[in-house]
């Protein structure tokens, strides 16, 4: 096998679902566009950090020095067939985003991703040099993705893979060593509006256009201000996140289930008591919530969106 095939198949051997290889030069100068003009139009809401680094958002040898290729690799996060939960019927309870059900992938992916590394250099020596990115670090990752083969970027604005859907978590390992490059494959949404159509708030349009701003995942996670009125009764019983876009894509209906064993799953994280996250200290949200996306949000944040929550259950 090839080096690039030897890479690949290691990349399954941690558990992965999806890799692919681009080269490091710049992004599609039609998403660098669309991206500008995003930002530019203030849909990016209170995400400031989407404006810093541009440059090495659309260029991953900005990132780092001399690059000449980017892995990119794709863990399948649809979780399992839940049974009902079974709790009392009078506890309101706040639903919370399949992603966010399984301990923080930044850490998990981020921890494989420097097994690989060990890998490749146990293989190709200490020359090269690496820079891991999971979603945190400035980078047109969906991209790069789509640019490496691992699928299609959809009308929700996520990643589409045809055969694992759109739940899929992304991460990079830019690199200065050459390998082959994939193609990207074919796919689209086609005629498909599904997405569009059951966004609570409209934050997808059909022109393409998607304003954070509307958009209750934003508003639940990034949002740090008290939500205005209208978006709050939209959020319904959303405690943290929403991916009604996600779960409504037909490549999703069809989708595997998660197979890594490795990548820990929480059940009980589907739906939070209500009551019980008001009366949390800090403390207790901090050791409840360690090892999860959740606890990037803060005590007080999960607290405001469990008081909108629970007035929309009593609505």
Known sequence: MSLTEDIKQRVFELGFDLVGVTDASPVDAGQVDFLAGWLKSGCAGQMSYLHRNFEKRINPAKLLENAQSVICVGLNYKPPKQKPISTDATVPTGKVASYAQYEDYHVFIKKQLRKLIDFI??????????????DSAPLAERALAARAGLGFIGKNHVLINPALGPQIFLGEIITTLK??????????????????DTCPAGALSPDGQFDANKCISYLTIEYKDRIPADLAEKIGDKLFGCEKCILACPYQQKAPVCKNKEFKFYSNRAELNLQQILKMTEAQFQAEFADSVILRSGPDQLKRNAKICLANIKK
């Open 121 to 134: 250099t146990s293989i190709t020596g200490r020359e090269h040099k690496f820079k891991i990115c999971v």
């Open 179 to 196: 390998l082959q490059p994939d193609e990207s494959i074919a796919g689209e949404c086609s005629n498909c509006s599904e997405c569009i």
